[in-house]
């Protein structure tokens, strides 16, 4: 019998999702990277911190990489967990005094450079969009997801090197792209030192069932990878980066939230998502809800946090 979502005979199946986090890991410790803490009176920005101390932007700048940018927000009583947010698809900076206020160091990361204090490096723009997603797609793991998880982790182990930080209590949260890459930071990291995700509306969840449910962002996009010569390529490549297939390594707590009316991410396939955790999970469904950065999620990811970090 058909299964109702062939695209996952193309799926990497769990051993060759093993070894693509060995081979992640093996690329992030034979990158070099500097960092530089800048100095927040030297940005121009209208925005401050002014009641916290030793908070900035961090210029990274990995061998072979182009420079990336990370935010920086240290526990006032140190040493401290520490959190890691990553952005949506837009690379919009997020600072998190609340968070830091509870008690954990936070490192926001905008991986491949294409935010900066300055703004958005458009020139890294395709088609007046970020082109990650697409590149992973049509050019390869390696050129697009690829490098932006690496990015992320010289990020971590730059944090996890602090004396302010204890390395083995992290955990990773995020929004839509942020907490689609959370829950694959959450595999990469199950071994060392991952203790909790906290994924708010997590895009990079079941792409064929995207799909199915015409996700605003899928028009055609099965019609496209289809005229390829060897559509099972693509196939694959997306599978590297949907949560499905990293669920078996999800051994951690996590949290879920779920839009009812969210055409981004479809409950739907966060709930699939869910099903197939093996460990300690909740998910969040608020209805008539859409896509976007939900006002209940911090409050859920910070009990998450208290319970489980």
Same mark, same amino acid.
């Given at each position: 019998?058909?299964?109702?979502?062939?695209?996952?005979?193309?799926?990497?199946?769990?051993?060759?999702?093993?070894?693509?986090?060995?081979?992640?890991?093996? +690329?992030?410790?034979?990158?070099?990277?500097?960092?530089?803490?800048? !100095?927040?009176?030297?940005?121009?920005?209208? %925005?401050?911190?002014?009641?916290?101390?030793?908070?900035?932007?961090?210029?990274?700048?990995?061998?072979?990489?182009?420079?990336?940018?990370?935010?920086?927000?240290?526990?006032?009583? +140190?040493?401290?967990?520490?959190?890691?947010?990553?952005? *949506?698809?837009?690379?919009?900076?997020?600072?998190?005094?609340?968070?830091?206020?509870?008690?954990?160091?936070?490192?926001? %990361?905008?991986?491949?450079?294409?935010?900066?204090?300055? *703004?958005?490096?458009?020139?890294?723009?395709?088609?007046?969009?970020?082109?990650?997603?697409?590149?992973?797609?049509?050019?390869?793991?390696?050129?697009?997801?690829?490098?932006?998880?690496?990015?992320?982790?010289?990020?971590?182990?730059?944090?996890? *090197?602090?004396?302010? %930080?204890?390395? !083995?209590?992290?955990?990773?949260?995020?929004?839509?792209?942020?907490?689609?890459?959370?829950?694959?930071?959450?595999?990469?990291?199950?071994?060392?030192?991952?203790?909790?995700?906290?994924?708010?509306?997590?895009?990079?969840?079941?792409?064929? +069932?995207?799909?199915? &449910?015409?996700?605003?962002?899928?028009?055609? &996009?099965?019609?496209?990878?289809?005229?390829?010569?060897?559509?099972?390529?693509?196939?694959?490549?997306?599978?590297?980066?949907?949560?499905?297939?990293?669920?078996?390594?999800?051994?951690?707590?996590?949290?879920?939230?779920?839009?009812?009316?969210?055409?981004?991410?479809?409950?739907?396939?966060? +709930?699939?998502?869910?099903?197939? &955790?093996?460990?300690?999970?909740?998910?969040?469904?608020?209805?008539?809800?859409?896509?976007?950065?939900?006002?209940?999620?911090?409050?859920?990811?910070?009990?998450?946090?208290?319970?489980?970090?």
């Amino acid at each position: 019998m058909e299964t109702p979502f062939p695209e996952f005979e193309h799926y990497p199946d769990a051993r060759a999702i093993d070894a693509l986090i060995a081979d992640l890991w093996a +690329q992030a410790e034979a990158t070099p990277c500097s960092a530089e803490l800048l !100095d927040p009176r030297e940005i121009i920005t209208p %925005v401050t911190m002014a009641h916290m101390a030793g908070f900035g932007f961090v210029r990274f700048e990995p061998t072979g990489l182009d420079p990336f940018y990370g935010f920086w927000q240290p526990a006032a009583a +140190q040493p401290a967990p520490l959190l890691i947010h990553t952005p *949506g698809y837009g690379a919009e900076f997020q600072m998190h005094p609340d968070l830091v206020a509870q008690g954990y160091n936070v490192l926001h %990361v905008n991986p491949l450079g294409y935010n900066t204090p300055e *703004g958005p490096d458009t020139a890294k723009q395709k088609g007046g969009d970020w082109p990650v997603f697409a590149d992973t797609i049509f050019e390869g793991f390696d050129t697009g997801y690829g490098p932006w998880l690496v990015d992320v982790m010289v990020a971590i182990r730059w944090a996890q *090197g602090l004396p302010s %930080v204890l390395p !083995d209590r992290v955990a990773f949260f995020g929004t839509s792209q942020g907490g689609g890459a959370s829950l694959l930071l959450g595999s990469i990291y199950r071994d060392h030192g991952a203790r909790c995700v906290a994924a708010d509306e997590p895009w990079m969840v079941h792409f064929p +069932q995207c799909c199915a &449910l015409e996700a605003d962002w899928s028009a055609g &996009l099965r019609e496209a990878i289809a005229a390829f010569e060897e559509p099972s390529v693509h196939w694959r490549r997306l599978g590297m980066v949907d949560a499905l297939s990293h669920a078996h390594r999800l051994k951690m707590p996590v949290l879920l939230t779920a839009g009812g009316a969210d055409r981004t991410c479809p409950p739907e396939t966060i +709930q699939t998502l869910y099903e197939r &955790l093996p460990a300690t999970k909740s998910i969040t469904y608020l209805e008539a809800r859409g896509h976007g950065y939900t006002q209940q999620f911090p409050y859920l990811a910070a009990a998450w946090f208290r319970m489980y970090l």
